[in-house]
């Protein structure tokens, strides 16, 4: 037996005890996490891994950041809305991967280095484009909204087992007829005839978004508008 292959604390580090959570988040959903469960898909008491990691929140914590690794970051020297776009397709998919991860972003009160480097990022890439502080609050949270409202909507209609729009549309068009409602019926039978592209709806609300902050632009570069002080949200 390989000593990497070999089960028990021994081998037991932060990273294989995230990853293995990571996977059971994945495959189980969140809610399934335990410390119990935990030390059993990795062989050991669960007492164990309080070597590795404090509890099920540091786990939490953990886990979150490692999605957040996996998000594009804007550059230097890259264009704003370039760099914006990227971010926001990379964190599609990954919240894609990760369906639980969208609606644990927010709720989390502890930030890693790479949950930090993520927001760091985003403001000095929008302020650095000419957007005052204020608005990079504003802009970042409307992003955020729509990023994470759209991954929490698609794994809510995905944990049901309906993932196709066609299906959904399908078992809706009976309870929809249309004398009742002619407008609904006439989108069921669009939709039941071509279908739903999921990236291609993503692109059309970012570019929508996108569009109404390229617009305010030219109005702070020409103002020479001084950026007012921005403070984070505290969480209630």
């Known amino acids: 037996m390989k000593k990497a292959d ?3 604390k021994a081998f037991l580090t932060r990273e294989r005890v995230l990853r ?12 399934s996490l335990s410390m119990r469960r935990l030390g059993s898909r990795l062989g050991v008491e669960a007492m164990s891994l309080y070597n590795h990691v404090e509890g099920k929140e540091d786990v939490l914590d953990g886990i979150l950041e490692l999605v957040i690794g996996e998000i594009a970051v804007p550059a230097a020297g890259v264009d704003w809305r370039t760099a914006m776009r990227e971010r926001a397709v ?4 990954a919240f894609s991967r990760h369906p639980w991860a969208a609606a644990l972003m927010d709720s989390r009160t502890s930030s890693g280095p790479d949950r930090l480097r993520y927001f760091d990022a985003m403001i000095g890439c929008l302020a650095g484009a000419g957007f005052p502080l204020e608005t ?13 409202g759209f991954a929490i909507q698609r794994g809510n209609m995905a944990a049901e087992g309906d993932d196709r729009a066609e299906d959904r549309a399908g078992k809706m068009r009976g309870a929809a007829p249309d004398e009742s ?8 039978e669009w939709t039941m005839e071509h279908g739903y592209d999921e990236g291609t709806d993503f692109e059309f609300g970012l570019s929508l978004i996108l569009d109404g902050l390229e617009r305010l632009l030219p109005s702070y570069r020409k103002s020479g508008l ?4 921005f403070r984070m949200p505290r969480p209630d």
């Open 226 to 229: 001084r950026p007012r002080p």
């Open 20 to 31: 293995a959570a990571l996977d059971m988040a994945d495959e189980l959903g969140v809610e």
């Open 6 to 8: 070999v089960p028990g």
């Open 136 to 148: 990079v609050g504003r802009a970042l949270s409307i992003l955020d909204s729509y990023i994470y």
């Open 181 to 188: 409602y002619p407008h609904l019926a006439r989108m069921i």
């Open 90 to 93: 990379s964190a599609r998919q």
